[in-house]
């Protein structure tokens, strides 16, 4: 668990004192939807929100291509053999490939 002489080696002793106090007042709140949500942390610049945003659209488009791959996979794996050698059913009947 963070502790204060943990942290207060990267925070300067006000910002670990704001800190607090939010964390306190989300954690008091935080079990109660007719508060208001409490943020502990300060929002980001409209120049990273950009980029978290670019991440998360690249992220799923990357999900979906793996989605489409595994299905694709899925497909050809239960795909009868005789149907993937190029062989018709009708030759598969005469012959046994294995």
Same mark, same amino acid.
């Given at each position: 668990?963070?502790?204060?002489?943990?942290?207060? #080696?990267?925070?300067?002793?006000?910002?670990?004192?704001?800190?607090?106090?939010?964390?306190? $007042?989300?954690?008091?709140?935080? #079990?109660? /939807?007719?508060?208001?949500?409490?943020?502990?942390?300060?929002?980001?610049? /409209?120049?990273?929100?950009?980029?978290?945003?670019?991440?998360?659209?690249?992220?799923?488009?990357? &999900? &979906?291509?793996?989605?489409?791959?595994?299905?694709? $996979?899925?497909?050809?794996?239960?795909? /009868?053999?005789?149907?993937?050698?190029?062989?018709?059913?009708?030759?598969?009947?005469?012959?046994?490939?294995?």
């Amino acid at each position: 668990m963070a502790t204060r002489a943990r942290l207060i #080696n990267y925070l300067s002793e006000e910002r670990y004192a704001v800190l607090s106090a939010r964390f306190a $007042a989300f954690h008091e709140t935080m #079990n109660d /939807p007719a508060q208001p949500v409490v943020r502990v942390y300060d929002t980001l610049a /409209p120049r990273h929100m950009r980029e978290l945003q670019l991440v998360r659209e690249v992220s799923a488009e990357l &999900q &979906q291509k793996k989605l489409d791959d595994t299905e694709k $996979a899925v497909s050809i794996s239960s795909t /009868p053999h005789y149907l993937l050698s190029g062989i018709t059913s009708r030759d598969s009947e005469k012959q046994v490939l294995f």
